[in-house]
């Protein structure tokens, strides 16, 4: 703590500084410290990617911050920095959401779609704090807008086809827009059945059908003013987890909110934004459709959140200021019932989230000032209260068998800091940061009842008297750009106090069936974890590109074992091809030999692997009617491989043809 009140002085103290100088009003807007996907306003979406109808969680591992925990062919949980989803955060637009199984098996990237979304905005560690305390970093998904203009009405059909696992894919959007009005709606929908893995063998429990329907207005009652709405509506069905025990019978989401924009004239403040939102999440695990059940068992969950931010933002001479006041309540609770082989029996039941309340409110502030033309500081901070209750009396008297003083309810107080620094001149740029950060248990550390995970064959439990686990993180980014080429390098570095583990605790029987022993969350004194990446590209000519990545990892508790799912070297390197109305490319990914592995975690060995994908497309115009077709191979040797964060190894697709169609008119 005393660490972390001479850090906060110190960036007071610069924050400080940086105000007394007497500067010139710059016009010059700093750089954020952040990456950017693009993935595609409709009507160009097949001209931006080498597959245009791929998921979202393919277009974000594009990225060298993220990588995909895989457990089936559908919704991948993200890990930003090598850290799973209770150290980091997924929103939409802004928005909180919380997904509603205990078995992670339904991210919020799977409520979207890439035919209604316009970019991914991922940020690192603490520059990820405007959206809610996290250690990792964030994710924003944006949706598309057409918003103000002549356009009028434009529409849109996809259609896409893929060999490996028979998926049919179709898709169409309406949107319209005038001066004072717009309106911008979508349909995605996708069938999938069990692919093949590159031994040709079928990998059964990977089907899945689900469809998406977004829908987004606005409408401008003054020149300066906003109003928009926007509603999604995802619905999953028949969902496999190959990896997992049980499979899914429904996963279904409502997202809606209401925003209210204001541009001020004649005003330090450039832009005022208002929003308030809920969302349902309800999913239903399932395994009704797998031989030789021990026992058979319903485990469906319900989330609720109900959440609202009010964002200004602004410019004071140099400072380039922002203020965001958030707050969301949520209601997370999952039920397990198993029905014995005898009908004479009794059925089990018990809470495996106790029906637990979450309200948590914050304010974050942020000013980035220009210093001079090359260079700027960024300085943020938050400062958020999260109170957990738990409402449900059964599930707080069965948390209470191992912790009998436990309260129904806990308070806690979650700061964060963060500055930055970055300098661009003549195509040189360098940048450094320091931050620290805390963050709550999530609902499963802290309240989980016998949470069964079937990567270690272990139960959890939650631990509520859990203190805040801490990180204090420090990065550095350096690049280089001319003309021809750029090069990018950066490295980021968390040390994680009270670093949250399930350990094991041998006085405890399983409630599962085959399983290895009960688990009950803790703190470890400390854990590190190192990233760096590099991001390459040379401009051959105007209508060859060559690009590349390499990303490297490195994680380690404090008595110096391996941590779970980091990342090996890996690699990816293509070369694309644009000429008039035809792209082509060729892409080569892989992954180095998993040396760092953790058994202790439960974690064993992967090999080597390297996979050669192609694609090619050309677009054309017949009168109104805009076309594009676009197809290729992916796996094209059908390599036999599974990647350090395949669940359980499961292995990936082997070779696949597809083909996508995008009209436009």
């Known amino acids: 703590m005393k660490n972390f009140i001479l850090f906060i002085g110190l960036c007071c103290s610069i924050f400080q500084i940086s105000f007394a100088q007497e500067k010139p009003t710059d016009t010059i807007i700093p750089k954020d410290l952040k990456e950017v996907i693009v993935i595609g306003k409709k009507a160009q979406l097949y001209q931006q990617q080498a597959k245009p109808l791929a998921t ?21 949980e993200p890990l930003i920095n090598s850290m799973p989803t209770e150290r980091t955060l997924v929103t939409i637009d802004g928005m909180r959401i919380f997904g509603a199984c205990t078995d992670k098996m339904d991210p919020i990237t799977s409520y979207v779609e890439v035919s209604n979304l316009s970019e991914a905005t991922i940020q690192s560690g603490q520059q990820g704090a405007c959206h809610g305390a996290t250690i990792g970093g964030s994710v924003d998904l944006q949706r598309n807008r057409t918003g103000f203009s ?16 028979q998926q049919k894919i179709i898709g169409s959007a309406v949107n319209y827009s005038d001066k004072s009005f717009y309106v911008d709606t979508d349909f995605m929908f996708r069938d999938a059945e069990n692919y093949t893995d590159g031994k040709g063998q079928e990998v059964l429990f990977s089907q899945f059908r689900k469809f998406n329907i977004s829908a987004t207005s606005g409408f401008s009652f003054d020149k300066n003013k906003l109003l928009e709405g926007s509603i999604i509506y995802d619905k999953a069905t028949d ?75 602004g410019v004071f001479n140099s400072h380039h200021f922002m203020v965001d006041l958030n707050s969301f309540y949520n209601r997370s609770v999952a039920e397990m019932t198993m029905y014995p082989e005898d009908s004479n029996e009794k059925l089990m039941f018990m809470y495996t989230w106790p029906d637990v309340r979450t309200i948590y409110t914050a304010l974050f502030l942020e000013d980035n000032i220009a210093l001079n033309c090359h260079s700027s500081l960024k300085f943020s901070t938050s400062l958020a209260n999260h109170f957990n209750q738990v409402a449900s009396e059964l599930g707080l008297e069965s948390l209470q068998i191992f912790y009998p003083n436990m309260k129904d309810s806990k308070n806690r107080i979650l700061p964060s800091i963060s500055a930055n620094y970055s300098y661009d001149e003549n195509g040189f740029a360098y940048g450094f940061g320091l931050a620290y ?13 016998y949470l069964f995970n079937s990567f270690d064959l272990f139960d959890y439990i939650g631990n509520p ?3 805040n686990e801490n990180s204090l993180e420090g990065s550095v980014s350096v690049g280089y750009k001319t003309q021809k080429w750029s090069a990018r390098m950066s490295s980021s570095y968390f040390h994680i106090s009270n670093y949250i583990v399930g350990k094991p605790d ?49 994680g380690k508790d404090f008595e110096d074992r391996n941590l779970p799912f980091i990342s090996p070297l890996r690699y990816f390197s293509s070369l694309d091809f644009r000429k008039g109305k035809f792209t082509s490319e060729i892409a080569v990914q892989g992954n180095a030999t998993q040396t760092q592995y953790s058994p202790f975690y439960g974690e064993d060995r992967t090999p080597d692997f390297a996979v050669l994908n192609l694609n090619a497309g050309y677009s054309f115009t017949f009168e109104k009617l805009k076309c594009n077709v676009k197809g290729g191979i992916e796996n094209l040797f059908d390599t036999y491989y599974s990647t350090f964060s395949d669940w359980n190894n499961i292995p990936r697709k082997g070779r696949n043809f597809f083909l996508n169609v995008a009209f436009g008119f």
């Open 150 to 165: 002549d356009l009028g009405w434009d529409t849109a059909i996809n259609a896409g086809f893929e060999t490996n696992s």
């Open 465 to 467: 008297e859990l203190n």
């Open 239 to 313: 969902v496999g987890y190959p990896a997992l025990p049980m499979d899914v019978s429904l996963a279904e989401a409502l997202i809606t909110s209401l925003k209210l924009e204001y541009v001020p004239e004649s005003s330090r403040i450039e832009n005022w934004e208002t929003k308030i939102y809920y969302n349902t999440i309800t999913h239903k695990m399932d395994d009704t459709k797998r031989p030789s059940v021990p026992i058979h068992m319903d485990m469906p969950g319900w989330s609720d959140t109900f959440g609202f931010y009010s964002k200004a933002k």
């Open 56 to 76: 979202i969680d393919e277009y974000l591992q594009q990225s060298t911050k993220v990588d995909m925990i895989r457990r089936g062919s559908y919704a991948w």
């Open 437 to 449: 950060g805390e963050r709550a248990p999530s609902v499963s550390e802290g309240y989980g009842f």
């Open 506 to 554: 041998d006085s405890l029987i399983p409630m599962t069936i085959g399983a290895n022993g009960v688990k009950i969350y803790t703190a470890l004194d400390y854990a590190t974890i190192f990233n760096t990446d590099l991001n390459l590209e040379y401009q051959f000519s105007t209508n060859l590109k060559w690009k590349g990545q390499l990303v490297y990892s490195y």
